[in-house]
């Protein structure tokens, strides 16, 4: 996709975009082994994603800068440096690297939700399997033929409530 749309361009700085998604992949990563199930705890994400983006940005600029300079002056190492240093300052991208950091950072966080939720689910199949089915069956059956709480079963109970205090009995 990249190729098609940007061309040579795309093929001569690949290495700039396989390297932020490689570091991007390790930050997730690490992210989701820190904080194993926890949505809550989200500050050290934003740091990860910050820095990987922090060096794209900054060898972004290093190439980019000899292509915008005049042919004749060259750009020496110490040029470079003393411009990657200041990046923050100069700002040469805009707000861009703020905006991606915040876009990503929810991402991360929706992605980790994702996971903890598709987790929870399995536990809760996995929990609901284990339950013997005909002991499950005779006791809802009641109060599946009467939808209003059964005969004996309080009308205040919906279906949901009912089902899960039957699996918890078990």
Do not use: W
Request: proline share 5%; hydrophobic share 40%; charged share 25%.
């Amino acid at each position: 996709m990249f190729i098609k749309t940007y061309g040579q361009l795309y093929e001569q700085n690949a290495d700039i975009f396989i390297d932020l998604f490689m570091n991007l992949r390790f930050d997730y990563e690490a992210d989701r082994h820190r904080y194993r199930g926890n949505t809550d705890t989200v500050a050290e994400t934003d740091g990860d994603v910050r820095g990987s983006l922090d060096r794209f940005f900054v060898v972004l600029l290093r190439r980019m800068l000899p292509l915008l300079i005049h042919p004749r002056a060259k750009a020496t190492d110490q040029f470079l440096y003393c411009v990657s240093s200041r990046i923050d300052q100069l700002k040469p991208f805009g707000d861009v690297p703020s905006k991606l950091s915040i876009q990503l950072h929810r991402s991360f966080i929706a992605a980790r939700a994702f996971i903890v939720g598709l987790k929870t689910g399995s536990d809760a199949m996995t929990a609901l399997s284990k339950v013997r089915q005909s002991v499950f069956l005779s006791e809802t059956e009641p109060f599946l033929c009467f939808p209003q709480g059964g005969p004996k079963i309080p009308a205040y109970f919906d279906t949901v409530t009912y089902l899960v205090a039957v699996v918890k009995r078990r």
